[in-house]
């Protein structure tokens, strides 16, 4: 019987800059780096969810399907990957189902391949109508096991889980470890639990948050998982994923060791390490380095870094540690839920009011929520004074059903609401509508107003040098072209190629794109 090779997904453009430096990676400076990537023959890059879409509208001004079709075309050949939460679509809340079937039938006709499906309560409910959808969109569904620890979450429950996710109909199974805390013996356990049971393939997703990732992949790939998820650095380790070049290396003489082209992964790692260092202001030194302590607040890579920034916002930054360890007991008191988007968001707003007025004197809506059941069945019991305090706040008891089913359709409702506002009315904005509604205005207001400026004033050109002229005084208003020395990327089965152009307006830099006839 042959070996065959474990297959490893990259991480690079969606939960590496998302862990690492606050989503804040721009499509153009993605269009540095996708073709490449597409070269190398990973089982799939994941390009977009995750934080991406909310990331995007709010602080780049990229309309999200905009990226993914640019993505797309500078990636054709690999499959492409996203993060979807559900029934919570990108966002923190419910969404009724015709709005989760369109925006999964939607980024399916725009090129997206495989649909990582998760609740961040293993509430299989919450993940039924994206599968379906997915499954019908003739799409990969893969379901997810939120993988975390606590007096409810053992291997063999999460073994039960992921039993069920084959089930209900899905293509694979992730192991998904947000926050790096899978120890390699437990990984071996599942994954081996998992390979007795199931007949789908299984991946393994972790964070080297802890220091446990490359070893917990190892251990998963003895026990004969599929495949595993990686980045490259420095968009890597600490709160991303295990560094490519550096699982290749500690599966040297493994009989499942991939091959991968390592020129590829060190050219690759030169652009990426340019571009960290654009991001500088949204990256941490904190972020970069094995944390002990996760082990005990759990929280997710991709959280930690737009955390942080969110309690600078808060002016509380220097009462980090407080936050992270009033994280627990909060988690403990609504059911021992796993931390992973929207729940890690909402464990740790609470935990921040809790910090700054007192436990429970300031009840977050969205907490409320989980302790009502808003958000589906939580694995362990709601502490009963808390639940006491949330029916008594609301005035409502706690719900038992799928929390989808309170719901009336929306679609129809986004759609008339669009054309009043003049706005597009199609799916692709209608179900980004539904999510992030004062973002789209705010892009549409934007691109309004720089279609109505006046057009840049052109830059003279240089006089010959033996004019004895004096050098042209340039307003700080124009813009000051810096070309990079790297040659344009062609788009893989097209006559364009793309340069990357700097421009720095008014001192302020802007990244562009520019298509060109080859």
């Known amino acids: ?191 081996r639990g998992l390979k007795t049971r199931v007949k789908i393939p299984i991946v393994v997703h972790t964070h080297e948050t802890a220091g446990f990732g490359a070893a917990a992949y190892y251990a998963a790939i003895e026990a004969g998982v599929d495949s595993v998820d990686t980045s490259i650095s420095p968009f890597a380790n600490g709160t991303g994923q295990p560094d490519t070049w550096r699982m290749l290396q500690a599966l040297t003489g493994h009989p499942r060791r991939p091959s991968y082209d390592l020129a590829k992964l060190s050219h690759l790692r030169e652009e990426l390490t340019r571009i960290y260092a654009e991001l500088a202001a949204f990256t941490s030194p904190r972020n970069e380095v094995v944390d002990n302590d996760v082990l005990i607040y759990q929280v997710p890579g991709g959280m930690l870094s737009n955390f942080r920034n969110q309690l600078k916002e808060q002016k509380m930054g220097d009462r980090f540690v407080e936050v992270m360890r009033e994280m627990p007991y909060v988690r403990e008191c609504l ?81 008339a609401e669009l054309a009043q506002k003049g706005l597009p009315s199609d799916d692709e904005h209608c179900v980004i509508y539904a999510m992030f509604p004062q973002e789209l205005e705010k892009l549409f207001k934007a691109r309004e107003a720089k279609a109505a400026a006046p057009a840049p004033v052109a830059i003279a050109p240089a006089a010959p040098a033996a004019a004895p002229v004096a050098a042209p005084t340039v307003a700080a208003t124009q813009p000051v072209i810096k070309v990079p020395s790297r040659p344009p990327l062609v788009i893989p089965g097209t006559s364009k190629k793309i340069s990357h152009l700097a421009l720095t307006i008014g001192g302020k830099r802007h990244d562009v794109l520019v298509e060109e006839l080859a």
């Open 335 to 415: 059911g021992w839920i796993p931390l992973v988007t929207p729940t890690s968001q909402i464990v740790g707003v609470q935990a921040m009011l809790n910090v700054k007025f007192g436990r429970w004197k300031s009840f977050s809506p969205e907490a409320m929520k989980v302790a009502l059941g808003y958000y589906g069945k939580t694995p362990g019991p709601i502490d009963p004074e808390v639940l006491a305090l949330a029916e008594k706040l609301s005035g409502k008891p706690r719900f038992v059903g799928r929390p989808a089913d309170m719901l009336e359709p929306r679609m129809p409702k986004l759609r």
């Open 1 to 191: 019987m042959s070996v065959v090779p474990v297959i490893f997904n990259n991480t690079v453009l969606r939960d590496g800059h998302q862990s690492l430096a606050a989503t804040r990676m721009s499509t153009s400076q993605i269009a540095t780096v996708a073709p490449e990537l597409d070269t190398v023959g990973f089982g799939a890059l994941e390009t977009w969810g995750g934080a991406t879409i909310d990331s995007g509208l709010r602080f780049l001004s990229e309309f999200p399907f905009d990226r993914l079709d640019a993505v797309k075309k500078l990636a054709p050949k690999t499959p492409h990957m996203m993060l979807l939460r559900g029934q919570n679509i990108v966002q923190y809340t419910n969404f009724p189902d015709d709005v989760v079937e369109a925006f999964v039938t939607t980024s399916a006709r725009h090129g997206m391949d495989i649909f990582r499906v998760f609740d961040a309560l293993n509430d299989l409910r919450n993940i039924e109508t994206a599968v379906r959808a997915v499954k019908k969109a003739g799409k990969h569904a893969q379901g997810v096991v939120c993988y975390t620890t606590s007096p409810v979450h053992t291997p063999e429950m999460l073994i039960e889980l992921g039993t069920q996710i084959e089930a209900i109909g899905c293509d694979s199974i992730c192991i998904k470890d947000m926050a790096g805390l899978l120890p390699p013996n437990i990984a071996f356990q599942i994954v």
